[in-house]
């Protein structure tokens, strides 16, 4: 038995015994609110104590220091259990990834361990009313103090704020330079008096979402993630990593949109003997198979310090798209149950509901089409008439 192997069966006994089994005809939840706060706490804490979070993060900051194959040997087996570890995955996923790259020594050892405890939740605040896809054109600034900066603006869609104890956030600091020349990442603390949290409800009726109000909230200089000015490279060391965690995560057998639930609906209904339906199931087989190998690669590469670049991007088209295609499928495997069905259904309509967000979330499918185009393939890149122009003179809706 290979180290990876053993490591595998200690996953897998651990899970059998802390973990809840991924159970089909539980009732689904339409709250979202099937799992405290404090027990995701307790769980990613345990996940830690056990050796299981952060698994190819370095020791010194709090991670296990082990490889590629660990990490996807976890995944594996996790997939069949539910996990609550939902509230830490922004700040697993993309802030925490972000401070490990370009983070000082101190903000390493000060944030990182935390969150991979349990300790402490993240949110990313990047989208804005006036700047959705194109980051760079956002309004919120952030202005010089003698002891470090002032941040006021206003964000957007950002997932799990409203019980974030910090963020980071991109801000405006230099108006008079070239709109992705003159921003700074910062790191903020969400219980400031000047950050006000709002939920926005989306169609499934849920509030994942939140817009999130910057009033005069202080920031001082160790606070900024990188350097002043570069935030854009910050920025796109993060929607790397973001495009990545949601192109290739590790995706739970229980995901209703996924070919083994999909299989069982077809069955349930009589359908599975169906030939259209059948073929259509073996390249929905096929498209998920082809991710997960995609993602092994990059996940592989990213440990071992190859630059992933814009193929990040191609994951997340990939994995938006395949969500989209993977509902029209089970639309029509429903027929007229997905608007009349009981409560039986509600988790694969949920999902169904759901699944056009995925190509919004971490930047249109169109955006990432361009990237891929643009940084992958070669083509020619969009004109971009405001590139070369100072922020401060550029026509913004407001």
Request: proline share 5%; hydrophobic share 40%.
């Amino acid at each position: 038995m290979t180290s990876t192997d053993e490591f595998r069966a200690r996953a897998r006994a651990w899970l059998e015994q802390n973990a809840k089994p991924f159970d089909e005809a539980a009732e689904y939840d339409l709250e979202g609110t099937a799992v405290p706060l404090e027990e995701s706490k307790r769980f990613q804490k345990a996940l830690w104590e056990a050796g299981f979070a952060g698994i190819t993060w370095p020791k010194e900051y709090g991670g296990q220091g082990l490889g590629a194959a660990e990490l996807i040997a976890f995944n594996e087996e996790a997939a069949d259990f539910e996990l609550p570890t939902g509230p830490f995955t922004i700040g697993l996923g993309m802030p925490g990834p972000t401070i490990l790259e370009l983070g000082s020594e101190e903000q390493k050892k000060r944030y990182l361990p935390p969150l991979l405890k349990g300790e402490e939740i993240w949110c990313q605040l990047f989208s804005e009313p006036s700047a959705g896809s194109d980051v760079a054109s956002l309004q919120t600034t952030a202005t010089r103090t003698e002891t470090g900066w002032i941040i006021n603006g206003q964000k957007v869609w950002t997932s799990g704020a409203q019980h974030s104890d910090y963020g980071a956030i991109l801000a405006r600091t230099d108006p008079s330079v070239p709109k992705h020349s003159g921003i700074t990442m910062f790191i903020v603390d969400m219980s400031h008096p000047g950050v006000t949290v709002r939920p926005l409800v989306v169609a499934t009726g849920h509030a994942p979402f939140n817009e999130v109000f910057f009033d005069d909230v202080e920031v001082s200089d160790d606070a900024v993630i990188g350097r002043v000015g570069e935030g854009w490279a910050a920025a796109v060391v993060m929607l790397r990593h973001e495009r990545v965690t949601i192109g290739t995560g590790a995706r739970a057998r229980s995901n209703p949109l996924g070919f083994d639930s999909l299989l069982e609906l077809a069955r349930a209904r009589g359908l599975d003997g169906d030939p259209a339906v059948r073929r259509r199931l073996a390249l929905l087989h096929a498209r998920e198979s082809a991710l997960s190998a995609y993602g092994r690669v990059l996940h592989e590469e990213s440990i071992a310090g190859v630059p992933i670049g814009a193929r990040g991007s191609a994951a997340k088209l990939a994995g938006a798209e395949l969500a989209l295609w993977a509902a029209d499928l089970a639309q029509d495997i429903l027929g007229a149950d997905v608007a009349l069905g009981g409560t039986d259904l509600e988790r694969v309509v949920m999902a169904i509901v759901a699944a056009p967000g995925n190509a919004v979330a971490g930047g249109t499918n169109e955006i990432q089409r361009n990237i891929v185009g643009e940084r992958v393939l070669g083509l020619a890149k969009d004109p971009g008439v405001d590139r070369n122009t100072p922020y401060n003179q550029l026509k913004l809706s407001r």
